[in-house]
T-cell receptor, first 117, second 114 residues
Framework: AQKITQTQPGMFVQEKEAVTLDCTYDTSDQSYGLFWYKQPSSGEMIFLIYQGSYDEQNATEGRYSLNFQKARKSANLVISASQLGDSAMYFCAMSGLGSSNTGKLIFGQGTTLQVKP | DTAVSQTPKYLVTQMGNDKSIKCEQNLGHDTMYWYKQDSKKFLKIMFSYNNKELIINETVPNRFSPKSPDKAHLNLHINSLELGDSAVYFC?????????????FGPGTRLTVL
């Protein structure tokens, strides 16, 4: 069974500083995808970044980067130069490509990030 | 243009009623999903359809019935609503159900059962 764990219920960061949100996963699939989504207080789910299990380089999208450590089964999100608008809940998720793949996303519990001015 | 839209955005109803939530995507995607986000913000898959065919039914009570009239639409009908059905329901879509495709989410429907 697949599982995603986010151990930080809440985080604070000073504006303009970098912050790392932790995510560890468990799967028996050889091929899988890891995703991060942002959910601001308005409620919508915004896709941020994707990392494939066979990608050798860490994914980056603007101020977001994914620190992928396959042997440790971790996929931490790094946000550089935090902005007030980054205050939101962040979800790590996984989709497998095993024999029973159905495309479903398994989500972690989420981490609430607050950016201080 | 809204990529994934849901109606209504808010739904308040009495226990025992039947209600529907509609979802449409204009991305040309083959796969659509319904997720439920509970009061603790935990997100869980309910259903997914690929090109109008059901591919996931994640042990959801049979009071919930998805319907996909075409691959751009996936509606959710709920019979005999219960207090525990109160949640935010998200529709999502992806190019297909490979693990390599991000899912695009609708704005969510907040269902409150009184």
């Amino acid at each position: 069974a697949q599982k995603i764990t986010q151990t930080q219920p809440g985080m604070f960061v000073q504006e303009k500083e970098a912050v790392t949100l932790d995510c560890t996963y468990d799967t028996s699939d050889q091929s899988y995808g890891l995703f991060w989504y942002k959910q601001p207080s308005s409620g919508e789910m915004i896709f941020l970044i994707y990392q494939g299990s066979y990608d050798e380089q860490n994914a980056t999208e603007g101020r977001y980067s994914l620190n992928f450590q396959k042997a440790r089964k971790s996929a931490n999100l790094v946000i550089s130069a935090s902005q007030l608008g980054d205050s939101a809940m962040y979800f790590c998720a996984m989709s497998g490509l095993g024999s029973s793949n159905t495309g479903k996303l398994i989500f972690g519990q989420g981490t609430t990030l607050q950016v201080k001015p | 243009d809204t990529a994934v839209s849901q109606t209504p955005k808010y739904l308040v109803t009495q226990m025992g009623n039947d209600k529907s939530i509609k979802c449409e995507q204009n991305l040309g995607h083959d796969t659509m999903y319904w997720y439920k986000q509970d009061s603790k913000k935990f997100l869980k898959i309910m259903f997914s359809y690929n090109n109008k065919e059901l591919i996931i039914n994640e042990t959801v009570p049979n009071r919930f019935s998805p319907k996909s009239p075409d691959k751009a639409h996936l509606n959710l009908h709920i019979n005999s609503l219960e207090l525990g059905d109160s949640a935010v329901y998200f529709c999502a879509s992806s190019f297909d159900y490979s693990s390599y495709n991000e899912q695009f989410f609708g704005p969510g429907t907040r269902l409150t059962v009184l």
